[in-house]
């Protein structure tokens, strides 16, 4: 596709649900980040996939939080018992590759989680 | 581990004035530093970054930015703003060990008025 895509872009879940996350990175771009901004704060790193190897996980709030990658393509974001905490915009990005910092990172418009 | 401060979390200035967003960083090991701007109801999109070399670097939209790495220290500026520049600015900075892992202030809204 022509930018990163996520869905859904508005998500409202019961406290203690599980909730999936989607995204779509630009085609070709082996780099996938997760982000989540919550309100009137900046972005908190969640995890980011380069390929094929280990993802660094090393941003996930609790073991509440998992991602994966499927193909080195879409990837899903999992929250399981959701708590009201978790409410943000979840940002997903892509790039080329992650190990030269010369790659613009190219942001998805988000999905905003409300924990109700 | 690197951190970001972005000094101001709001800026209000007039049209055509000249406008500078500050930012510092802390990390022990060498750096680059990005400036993103968020548009009301739009997506995270690169201003500008330093990645080595010169100190001054360019953005899209008449920005700039200038690396200084005795004062940890990368402040952006335009000379006159417009009233389209109003968006909420985000300065980051990742690590040469690790650069897929970026580090994000709390943001500076920039709102320019009539």
């Known amino acids: 596709g022509a930018g990163v895509s996520q869905s859904p872009s508005n998500k409202v879940t019961e406290k203690g649900k599980d909730v999936e996350l989607r995204c779509d990175p630009i085609s070709g771009h082996t780099a996938l980040y997760w982000y989540r901004q919550s309100l009137g704060q900046g972005l908190e790193f969640l995890i980011y996939?380069?390929?094929?190897?280990?993802?660094?996980k090393s941003g996930l709030p609790s073991d509440r939080f998992s991602a994966e990658r499927t193909g080195g393509s879409v990837s899903t974001l999992t929250i399981q018992r959701t708590q009201q905490e978790d409410s943000a915009v979840y940002l997903c990005?892509?790039?080329?590759?992650?190990?030269?910092?010369?790659?613009?990172?190219?942001f998805g418009e988000g999905s905003w989680l409300t924990v109700v | 581990a690197q951190s970001v401060t972005q000094l101001d979390s709001q800026v209000p200035v007039f049209e055509e004035a000249p406008v500078e967003l500050r930012c510092n960083y802390s990390?022990?090991?060498?750096?680059?530093l990005f400036w993103y701007v968020q548009y009301p109801n739009q997506g995270l999109q690169l201003l500008l970054k330093?990645?080595?070399?010169?100190?001054l670097v360019k953005g899209i939209n008449g920005f700039e930015a200038e690396f200084n790495k005795s004062q940890t220290s990368f402040h952006l500026r335009k000379p006159s703003v417009h009233i389209s520049d109003t968006a909420e600015y985000f300065c980051a900075v990742s690590e040469s060990t690790n650069a897929g892992k970026s580090t994000f202030g709390d943001g500076t809204t920039l709102t320019v008025k009539p």
């Open positions: 996939f380069q390929g094929n190897s280990a993802p660094d």
């Open positions: 990005a892509s790039s080329y590759n992650s190990w030269n910092p010369g790659n613009t990172i190219y």
């Open positions: 990390s022990s090991v060498s750096v680059y």
């Open positions: 330093y990645l080595s070399g010169s100190t």
